[in-house]
């Protein structure tokens, strides 16, 4: 989705940016959770009073429907604040994604536990008080940067309430790989209807040829006819980013305070150079942007970080859209 760095234009690219409030309830493990629907998770689990590691692994979309689905399994109960339970919050009549998605407060009725992932660089790292709800199992999210953390990406989590160590876990879990994956394709209509960008020389797309994804050049001209590449992905930002490369510059950090609202995981500052621009017609002020539509040329409600085929939400379960400047 489109991204100025004054309010105004994000006014007219149609996000709405805005701090929200947290709730502060206590949600028990009977309440509802999102149900997954994706890859792999191991959770593994050490309860008090035990030295005993017992494991299990979840379809799961991020690391905190992964505890949550093993509860049963492992034999804990959770406790989560009932606004952390869901990846988006709305007030005041306006929507942004929760930076708490999946903070646990408890396990078994105790805020005393460590919660540990094991990285891709084959580190456990203590993860306990973070957002679990935007840490993925999925090799390409790496590149995201997610609440200071050095890694983004776990597909194995160790929660410890005994007195065991991580040292001793092995079976661990290889990381989901979305590369090639036809499940995990994205298609991308791209035009400019301004007829006001000039696409580098030599600038380089995916599209399909009916046989398979290959590479192309793309030009200004075939811009402005639309042109439809793809690209694969764990969400429809990284399926884009891979889709075209480095002409997609965007944010791939998770939430950024630009100092009393906040931009959000995967706001595209510019595509093939061009971000938003401004003009004058009299009195009147005109704005060109990348705007971001569903395949029905509707609006996108999100930036394209927040729409995956492997999504748990089906609202976001989505591998097709426009993308127009105008």
């Given at each position: 989705?489109?991204?100025?760095d004054?309010?105004k ?7 709405l940016?805005?701090?929200?409030a ?7 493990d009977e ?16 309860a008090a ?13 991020n ?11 492992l ?5 989560t604040?009932?606004?952390?339970t ?13 930076m ?46 997610v ?5 983004s990406?776990y ?9 065991g ?31 006001s ?38 969400d429809?930002?990284l ?6 490369g480095?002409?997609?510059?965007g944010?791939q ?9 906040y ?7 510019t595509?093939f ?25 509707n609006?996108l ?26």
């Amino acid at each position: 989705m489109e991204k100025s760095d004054k309010m105004k234009c994000k006014a007219i690219a149609l996000v709405l940016i805005m701090v929200f409030a947290m709730g502060v309830g206590i949600l028990t493990d009977e309440s509802s959770a999102e149900t997954a629907d994706a890859e792999t998770v191991k959770v593994y689990y050490n309860a008090a009073g035990t030295n005993t590691w017992t494991s299990s692994v979840q379809d799961a979309y991020n690391v905190y429907l992964a505890i949550y689905g093993a509860r049963t399994d492992l034999g804990y109960s959770m406790a989560t604040s009932a606004t952390n339970t869901q990846w988006f919050v709305t007030s005041e009549g306006y929507s942004n994604p929760n930076m708490g998605y999946g903070l646990i407060d408890e396990i078994n009725g105790s805020t005393s536990f460590t919660i540990y992932g094991y990285s891709i660089d084959s580190e456990w790292i203590d993860i306990t008080g973070k957002a679990l709800g935007w840490l993925r199992p999925y090799s390409d999210y790496s590149d995201v940067t997610v609440d200071g953390l050095s890694s983004s990406v776990y597909a194995n989590v160790a929660i410890i309430q005994g007195t065991g160590s991580t040292a001793t876990l092995s079976d661990m879990i290889a990381v989901t790989s979305v590369d090639g994956r036809s499940d995990c394709m994205y298609t991308f209509l791209l035009i400019d209807s301004s007829g006001s960008v000039a696409v580098p020389s030599g600038t380089q797309v995916q599209v399909s040829n009916g046989s398979g994804v290959v590479t192309q050049t793309l030009t200004t001209e075939q811009l402005q006819s639309g042109v439809t590449v793809v690209g694969y992905g764990s969400d429809a930002y990284l399926a884009l980013k891979d889709a075209v490369g480095s002409s997609l510059v965007g944010q791939q950090v998770s939430w950024i305070d630009q100092g009393g609202y906040y931009t959000y995981y995967s706001w595209m500052d510019t595509l093939f150079g061009v971000g938003t621009t401004s003009e004058k017609s009299g009195d009147a002020t005109i704005y060109h942007y990348w705007a971001s539509y569903d395949s029905n040329m509707n609006y996108l409600n999100w930036t394209f970080g927040y729409y995956s085929i492997l999504h748990f939400d089906a609202s976001n379960v989505m591998n097709d859209f426009v993308i127009m400047y105008s």
